[in-house]
């Protein structure tokens, strides 16, 4: 019934008015020449309406000018109704072609490409390595070897091992699995000594491979070899192995740093610009202008249009410049000071991360421009760190 | 032409529940209201109801949709409706 309800709309319907003493007399008139009507209302008791086709206008309004005492309207209803009152707007007319046109030739090309099943290669890699295959959004679905495609993706990408892809209508679903790679654990078969990664004194050792090379209480400096790879004995002779451990030793450590009590900082004046430019089916439309601002910052985003939920293939990119200016900013000392304490913390989290300080001297030098922290550190650490050696077979 | 036109003029009528009455071999629509409808067949038809509505009529089908309550076999037109059942 709807179906039939949108026939009747596309193609248009006249609905009958008629006014009388008694209305059915004019269904009954209709009805005997074989006139389907639909739609029957009573408005009141002297007026009733009925639908027909737009084909039958002429016999029915004949049929009911032949009934005596009766009054009647006919209303064309439907698209036909829309047809006169627009067709002088070519405009609209042209614009309504070109669209279906468009929708219809882009029917032919790859929309969006859907990809399920990747865990650690981002959906943005997969595309690229797709579209190295030939295979992007915007290409031609009927030009596409489905096959060829994915056969040539798996040869030259190793890491993944299966892969699918199904097209619905413009829209591509691609499956992969990723292939699962041998883990990348100590390789125990490459030779390697222990050198040390910064001067002190050792107090302890914790060897698991290898030959010691120095003792506790020794003084060491930066590079000196800790723990061999290369192990002597008098049985088997020499063997090659990793060398592997830990080589506490008790280090001193200086920091020092400048805060200056006038800097420039960044502040944002909230102005911003933005710049839109489209993408339809994988080529792009509209220009990117440099912004007029001086200092400025880029931010960029992207976003598929879609309709009731389904990806269309146009994506509007979306430039941001946010102006900001150089702010001049003045410390006092005390503020000097908090960002200095600031700075040397965050050196002793990068440098010393795990290290037992044993003893921390701190101390300020104030000049007329900034403030110079100076800090000195004495810590137990490891400085052991491992360093490939070359063997040579004879 | 209807299916069941080989049973002659008799009235062919499918009652679907209480929703909508479908009559083949219709002559005349007497009486159409919201409440009461008589319509013409071989003999008359009184249907009363609720909403009564035509849903669609051609040559000699017709559907009556709304809440049916009643539905009656007359050999002449009912009186008590809107008077105009004698015409």
Known sequence: ?394 | MSKFSDIGHRPYICIWGNSYVIIENLKKVVLYDEEQMILQTEFYLKITGKNLRLKCLNNDNVRVDGIIKNIEFNASPVKGGTGNESL
């Open chain 1, 1 to 394: 019934m709807n179906l039939y309800k949108i026939y009747n709309e596309l193609s248009g319907y006249i609905r009958v008015e008629v006014s009388s003493h008694y209305p059915e007399q004019a269904l009954n008139a209709v009805m005997d020449t074989n006139i389907e009507i639909w739609n029957i209302k009573k408005l009141s008791a002297e007026k009733l309406s009925f639908d027909i086709h737009i084909n039958r206008e002429k016999t029915v309004k004949s049929i009911l000018s032949q009934i005596t005492g009766i009054s009647f309207t006919m209303a064309k209803r439907g698209l036909v109704r829309l047809v006169p009152l627009y067709r002088k707007r070519y405009g609209m007319i042209a614009g309504l072609i070109a669209g279906f046109i468009l929708i219809y030739v882009s029917t032919f090309f790859v929309w969006s490409i859907d990809i399920t099943g990747n865990v650690s290669i981002p959906d943005a890699e997969i595309k690229e390595r797709l579209a190295a295959s030939g295979f992007a959004e915007g290409a031609v679905i009927d030009r596409l070897n489905i096959d060829m495609v994915r056969n040539g993706f798996l040869l030259q990408n190793p890491d993944i091992s299966f892969m699918s892809i199904n097209m619905s209508g413009t829209v591509a679903n691609i499956e992969i699995h990723e292939r699962d790679m041998p883990q990348s654990g100590k390789d125990t078969k490459q030779p390697y000594n222990l050198v040390a990664d910064y001067g002190g004194t050792v107090v302890s050792m914790e060897i698991v491979n290898g030959e010691s090379m120095v003792k506790v209480g020794d003084v060491v400096y930066k590079g000196q070899l800790l723990v061999g790879g290369v192990v002597d004995s008098n049985v088997v002779g020499y063997r090659i192995m990793r060398a592997e451990g830990k080589v506490f030793a008790k280090t001193y450590r200086e920091f020092t740093a400048e805060i200056p009590f006038e800097y420039m900082e960044k502040r944002y004046s909230g102005r911003e610009k933005v710049q839109k430019q489209y993408e339809l089916l994988g080529y792009s439309i509209g220009f990117l202008f440099p912004s007029s601002y001086d200092t400025y910052d880029v931010m960029s985003s992207h976003e598929r249009a879609q309709i009731f939920g389904i990806e269309l293939p146009f994506i509007t990119h979306k430039t941001v410049y946010a102006e900001y200016e150089e702010e001049r900013i003045i410390l006092d000392v005390d503020g000097a000071k908090r960002r200095a304490w600031d700075e040397y913390y965050k050196w002793r989290m990068s440098v010393l991360d795990g290290a037992e300080i044993s003893e921390e001297r701190v101390e300020f030098e104030e000049t007329e421009e900034s403030i110079i922290i100076k800090c000195c550190v004495d810590a137990v650490e490891n400085i052991a760190v491992e360093r490939k050696f070359m063997t040579t077979k004879r």
